[in-house]
């Protein structure tokens, strides 16, 4: 990283993005059987640093087959259930919530982000996910 680089990032992202990896990262312990969608995804891919792009949440993609193990394996890392339309989880105020999309996704990828492999939308899903939650999520009339 340049130095002109630093002026992108933000020390209190830095330190939101780093717990939410760190969710990631005990989330894939427990359970692989998911891909990264919008934010962390553009993240691990480095499309963005780790410090540069602030996060509501954490979007992830789980097959429907596994759906049930999944819940079971929340209940095991101690998240509730939290209505919100979606399937979202919390587990402590400082941590992101999880957001759960359960849909049979075949075309995923596997990037490397600091050392570690993890498994997101194929490059064309991310796009078309982050247009139609751009439009359906935060369009203003």
Known sequence: ????????????????????????NEL???????????????????????GE???EDIDICVDLEDKERFFSVMRELKYSFVPSGEYCFRRREWELPIDVHFENVKEIRRVR???????????????LDL???????????
Not at 30 to 42: I, K, P, S, V, Y
């Open 113 to 127: 982000f600091f050392g570690r492999g993890f498994n997101v939308l194929s490059k064309k899903l991310l796009f």
């Open 28 to 50: 894939m312990k427990h359970f692989e059987n998911f891909c990264l969608m919008r934010g962390m995804a553009l993240i691990v891919s480095k499309v963005y640093k780790l």
């Open 53 to 55: 792009r602030d996060m």
């Open 131 to 141: 247009i139609k939650h751009s439009y359906f999520q935060h369009y203003e009339r």
């Open 1 to 24: 990283m340049t130095k002109d680089s630093w002026h992108k990032i933000n020390k209190n992202v830095l330190a939101k993005n780093i717990i939410a990896l760190n969710q990631v």
